[in-house]
Each structure stands twice: as structure tokens, then as C-alpha cells.
């Protein structure tokens, strides 16, 4: 049994390597770009909506409230970014359920790269609503010899992001695959359920904590004036 998804292979010519991550990843991004397309071509705002509209607007009212909820901000600015990433996740993970799919969630080159885009965004939100100089203040905060220990704490929460997010992932397809080879009938049924919910959990929970980091990037500075003040 292979573990990692990067090594199966499902086409190379020359340098040219495709494996499974690869492939389900852009499988993913084709299935989001389509039923993107298909449910936004016809939006109204009177009338009768369809279906598919009123689908889309609990999604992003219920995502847009939970952005609000953390943040104790508007959540226009971050709904884009906090969004993809909470979809993405959510459907790679959903459509594990589905025979020969492999979630790209469980390859750790996947969960690193939204890992380190959380880690970009941090700071990109941060300096866009504070400016550079009172962002990167609140890395000397409460004093210079702090530095260090921010800086790791940056780069530790970005590798738990990413190992944490893999590793629910990628253990729930092993059992899984065991408990298909031991009770093909039973078990897996009661798993692939219990996969699904797991996954749409794993990806609220990596929404979250993206926007927790935003959102104290955010606010630091904004704190620490109140308390001079004080």
C-alpha cells in the first residue's frame, strides 16, 4: 500500500511527471472552476432563485459570518482568500468518498503549499491594514529580545497547519484501505462516513485558524495602543 500520494505515477514522458497528487489536484480546480461558472452565470437578485443560488448564498453568508465571528472585522477583505481555502479543502476531502480518488489534502506537498500561503497571507493582510512599520512592530512587542521567539512561532504554526491537516487526511484513507482488505462490506461504509464528516471538519478548521493568524496579525498593533493609552 502506498502512503503518499506523490508516488503513484500516472504518466511520465521524459522530465515530465504526473502523479496522483498533481492530477486530483487540477481535478479539484477544473470541478471548482466549472460549478463556479455554472452556478454564477445566472445570478439574480429578483425574482425566483434557483437552487444553486440559494446554495451559494447560505455558503457565503455562513462563511461570512463565521470571518465576522473570529475577527471582529467585516469580512469583504478576507472572504476570497478564507473562502478558497475552506472549498477547496472541503471537496478534495468530500470526494475521498468516491472510489479511485485521492484526496490531494493527503500529500503534504499540498498541505504545505496552503500552509505557506496562509503564512503569506498573514502577513500581506497585516500590513495592508496597519501599515509595514506598525506591523512588523509587533514583533519586538513587549520587547526587542522577543524577535526570535515570534519569528519561530510564525514558522512553527505554519508546519502544524500543514502536518495537521495531512496527517487526519492521509490516516483516515489508510484505515480506510485496511478495513476494505479485512470487512469489505461493512466497516468501510461506516469509515467513508465518518471520513466525510472528518474532512468537512478539517477544513473548517484550517479556515479558521487562517483567519485566527490574519486576524491577530491584524488587531496586534491596534491592542497594544489601546494599552499604552491605558
Do not use: C
Amino acid at each position: 500500500m502506498t502512503i503518499n500520494p506523490d508516488e503513484i505515477v500516472l504518466f511520465q514522458w521524459s522530465w515530465l511527471v504526473i502523479n496522483s497528487t498533481i492530477f486530483f489536484t487540477w481535478l479539484v480546480m477544473f470541478l471548482l472552476t466549472l460549478g463556479s461558472w455554472l452556478v454564477t452565470r445566472k445570478l439574480t437578485s429578483q425574482g425566483q432563485l434557483s437552487r444553486w443560488q440559494n446554495l451559494l448564498e447560505v455558503l457565503i453568508n455562513a462563511i461570512n459570518g463565521q470571518i465576522r465571528e473570529v475577527s471582529r472585522q467585516e469580512p469583504g477583505p478576507y472572504l476570497p482568500f478564507i473562502g478558497t481555502l475552506f472549498i477547496y479543502i472541503a471537496v478534495s476531502n468530500i470526494l475521498g468518498i468516491v472510489p479511485g480518488f485521492t484526496p490531494p489534502t493527503g500529500s503534504l506537498s499540498t498541505t504545505a503549499a496552503l500552509a505557506i500561503s496562509v503564512f503569506i497571507a498573514v502577513p500581506v493582510f497585516g500590513i495592508a491594514r496597519q501599515g509595514i512599520i506598525n506591523y512588523l512592530l509587533q514583533y519586538i512587542q513587549p520587547t526587542f529580545f522577543m524577535l526570535p521567539f515570534n519569528i519561530i512561532g510564525e514558522l512553527s504554526r505554519t508546519l502544524a497547519l500543514a502536518v495537521r491537516l495531512y496527517g487526519n487526511i492521509m490516516s483516515g484513507t489508510i484505515i480506510v484501505a485496511i478495513l476494505l482488505t479485512i470487512t469489505p462490506l461493512i466497516f468501510p461504509v461506516v469509515m467513508q462516513a465518518l471520513g466525510l464528516l472528518t474532512g468537512l471538519i478539517q477544513a473548517y478548521i484550517f479556515a479558521i485558524l487562517a483567519m485566527v493568524y490574519i486576524a491577530s496579525a491584524s488587531q496586534a498593533h491596534e491592542e497594544i495602543q489601546k494599552k499604552g493609552e491605558k
